[in-house]
Structures are given as structure tokens and as C-alpha cells.
Nanobody
Framework: VQLQASGGGLVQAGGSLRLSCAAS????????MAWFRQRPGKEREFVGD????????DYGDSMKGRFTVSRDNAKNTVYLQMNSLKPEDTAVYYC??????????WGQGTQVTVSS
């Protein structure tokens, strides 16, 4: 089972970036998928998640209104659209998958750097 995150990079403050996470090796039918991040010197924090149907999403407080999680089940892929990026959004972003928000599977992370 693999989760492959991609799309990270360097962006200026106020800019946008879209991350992707492709799942392979098994079906993720019925699974929630999520994004977490770990900022330098900080603990890992919840960014947002999405239900299997895509009808239910949840976000960390500082991400609400700026970040959007979506998924394409036909492609076994989850996305994180990040807008109005701030320097404090600089982090390694990880995707995860699991049933009922028990995050059993993790991706390797992708670096996002926001310059001021």
C-alpha cells in the first residue's frame, strides 16, 4: 500500500498551490483521506479530511476558508488546494487514509515553502 504525495514547492505569500496524493496497492473504498502537516519545530497537525463520498469535510481552524480538500475516487487521489498562503504554512505536508478517521496509511510527505 502506497500513498504518494506531490505538488509541493516554493511559493510567495498570497499565492496558491495544489497538492495531490495518489493511493495505490489496494482499494480505499469507504476510507476517509486526510492531510496533515508538520511545521519546523512543531508537532504534526491536522489540516483537513474528506469522507469517501466527498460529502463530508473537516478542517483545522487556521485552514478554514483558505484550504480545500477534494478527492477523485476513480483516480484514488485526494487533493489539497491551498490559497492565500502565508509563511507560517511552510511545512511538510502528509496525506493519510483510514477507516473512520483512524489514519492507518501515510504518505512520505511533500515540502511546501512559502516565502514572505
Amino acid at each position: 500500500v502506497q500513498l504518494q504525495a506531490s505538488g509541493g514547492g516554493l511559493v510567495q505569500a498570497g499565492g496558491s498551490l495544489r497538492l495531490s496524493c495518489a493511493a495505490s496497492g489496494r482499494t480505499f473504498s469507504g476510507y476517509y483521506m486526510a492531510w496533515f502537516r508538520q511545521r519546523p519545530g512543531k508537532e504534526r497537525e491536522f489540516v483537513g479530511d474528506i469522507s469517501w463520498s466527498g460529502g463530508g469535510t473537516d478542517y483545522g481552524d487556521s485552514m478554514k476558508g483558505r484550504f480545500t480538500v477534494s478527492r477523485d475516487n476513480a483516480k484514488n487521489t485526494v487533493y489539497l488546494q491551498m490559497n492565500s498562503l502565508k509563511p507560517e504554512d511552510t511545512a511538510v505536508y502528509y496525506c493519510a487514509a483510514g477507516a473512520q478517521r483512524s489514519w492507518r496509511y501515510w504518505g512520505q510527505g511533500t515540502q511546501v515553502t512559502v516565502s514572505s
